[in-house]
């Protein structure tokens, strides 16, 4: 089969989840504006309803949760009805923070179930619909949007960082697996970006950056072909290189950021 051009090269039918807000929300404008069709996910209808109306003929309107195994089957009758969809950017996502005064297993379970489970059920439920472009001969590609919080052991985010390990993880292996079938797998892992999800941070983030510049490095990364995708670098590349410190340095400075954050907030 024919590996000659990427997804985005001409118009294309692309399932993006977490549409209706921040990252996602700037992704889709992006992807409509260039003039691909688009089947919007997310669970508020109105928001989906409001990009239906701004790009006429070009959204699909499609809510669900994609932690709901109902939604995930209405969801797999569309993607049957408009196969082939040749890339599906798994975007929805959530962050719940622990306070380990409080410890809370359910705050941990939040984060697993909607960034990790939602997205393994959401290839679950478009994978025919990418099998289906392979057999027509075209480029399919999956986009896991993940994180680059995990590489740095950061206080309070032992589910959010964990599940998006775990979904990293998960993406890689399934790299491994589906590049027998032709069908890409990208990692995107952006930094700080300004969007409802980090609303309510109350801590400093270096290097923040706003919604619609994620979603123009997002995209710039896709066209290039590129399987792992994160920004800004001044941010993903400090990560990189305070994770090859020695362990115990790492922990030191992780603790001394955790007891300063509770010192600022009590
Ligand atoms: N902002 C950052 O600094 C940052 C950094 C690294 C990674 N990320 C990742 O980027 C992605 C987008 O985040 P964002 O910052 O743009 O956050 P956001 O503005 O809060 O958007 C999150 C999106 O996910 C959707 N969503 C959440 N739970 C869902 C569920 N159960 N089913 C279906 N959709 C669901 C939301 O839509 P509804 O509410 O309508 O369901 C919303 O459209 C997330 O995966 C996040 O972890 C963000």
Redesign the pocket.
Known sequence: MSERHHVLDVPATIWL??????????LAEALLRDGHHLIA?????E??EQLASRFPHQVTVA??????AH?LTRLKETFEAQAPVQMAI??????EYLDVRHFSAEIVEKNM???FT??VRSVEAVLPALREARQQDLPAHLVI?????WWFPFGRAEG?GA??AALTYFAQSLRADLALEGIKVTV???????????ER?DFP?PF??Q?ND?ADRILKGLKKGATEIDFPKRFTLTLKLLGALPQRLVDAMAARMTRKSREDNP
Do not use: E, W
């Open positions: 989840t977490g549409a209706t807000s921040g990252i996602g929300n700037h996910s997310g669970r508020r209808r928001p989906l809510p669900a949760d994609t932690t709901d939604d798994l975007n929805a996502g959530t962050c179930t909607t960034n939602g997205s949007v993940s994180s680059s919080a959010y599940s998006k995107v892992s952006p930094g700080f970006v300004k969007t409802p999800l980090t941070n983030m923040l950056i919604p994620a």
